[in-house]
């Protein structure tokens, strides 16, 4: 299949990038935390408080799966810990080319300080949260992608611009 993935962390851009690329190259774009919501009919937080975090990693994977019976190849966004689960790599490449956004933890920090919506990054002590998580996560993102964007710094316009460059879609 020929799907665009976008993976990272939280916060480093996948769902901004993914809505304006689909703009920029005329393809429809799905969020799978924006599906999962919707299916559930719950915010993020909601489900990891009704549920817990294990039942959302199986939703998203579950998520997945029915993106591989759909013919359509589109931009799909992944929420930021889908990857760190082995058994959705295998899912993510059947998918398509795997683009992990790349940014440095103080960027992520900067950007959700104020957010609300991660229940993840909702302890005493976020910045801690990411720099840890990101320590873990970091070897994982590259082992899944197929091309490595850094972001810290840049534009929409030039993250764009290579990520349309690394897929030749252009
Ligand atoms: C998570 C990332 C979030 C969302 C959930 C858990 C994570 O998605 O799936 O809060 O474990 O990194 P974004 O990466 O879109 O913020």
Do not use: W
Not at 14 to 42: A, C, F, H, P
Not at 104 to 113: G, P, S, V
Not at 127 to 137: A, C, N, S, V
């Amino acid at each position: 299949m020929n799907n665009i993935i976008l993976i990272g962390f939280m916060g480093c851009g996948k769902t901004s990038l993914g809505i304006r690329l689909s703009y920029r190259i005329k393809r429809t774009m799905v969020d799978t935390d924006k599906q999962i919501e919707r299916e559930q009919e719950k915010t993020i937080s909601d489900i990891f408080a009704a549920y817990g975090e294990s039942a959302f990693r199986d939703m998203e994977t579950a998520y997945l799966r029915k993106l591989l019976r759909d013919k359509e190849s589109r931009i799909i966004s992944v929420g930021g810990g889908l990857p760190v689960q082995e058994r959705n790599h295998a899912l993510l490449h059947q998918l398509g080319r795997v683009i992990y956004l790349r940014a440095e933890a103080d960027t992520i920090y900067e950007r959700l300080k104020q957010d609300t919506t991660r229940p993840l990054l909702q302890g005493e002590d976020p910045r801690g949260t990411i720099e840890e998580l990101m320590l873990k996560r970091a070897p994982i993102y590259e082992k899944a992608a197929d091309v490595i964007i850094d972001v810290d710094g840049k534009g929409f316009e030039e993250i764009l611009n290579e990520i349309e460059k690394e897929v030749s879609i252009r």
